[in-house]
């Protein structure tokens, strides 16, 4: 069922701690951790506590985690000290598009140039 945890789901293993990860923020609602295959100098994930499949899902269902995600997307910007050089949050929706774990993410990447359009 949309919203609860799933038992295959990388991400809600890592929210019940049955995976180890870096974790760099938590709040009541998100739990933020470094990429294990990083694509810049800071490259951390944020997602929500609860599973949804994408961030598209997540913002029609619960509007108010959606807004807590990008929050601590914020945040850990902040925490990272990247606000000033320039970050990148990044939502991948679908294989096409490179989302390998299908849980809601964001990826705060920044610490390095980046391109536009991406490569």
Known sequence: ???????????????????????????????????????APTHVLVIPKVHYPDAASLAEAEPRIAADMLREAGLVAADEKIVESGYRIVLNTGSGAGQ???????????????????G
């Open 1 to 39: 069922m949309a919203g609860e945890p799933q038992s295959d789901c990388l991400f809600c293993k890592i929210v019940t701690g049955d995976i180890p990860a870096t974790i760099v923020r938590e709040s009541g609602t998100t739990v933020a951790f470094r990429d294990i295959n990083p694509q």
């Open 100 to 118: 390998t774990v299908f849980h809601a993410h964001a990826h705060v990447l920044g610490g390095r140039g980046m391109q536009w359009p991406p």
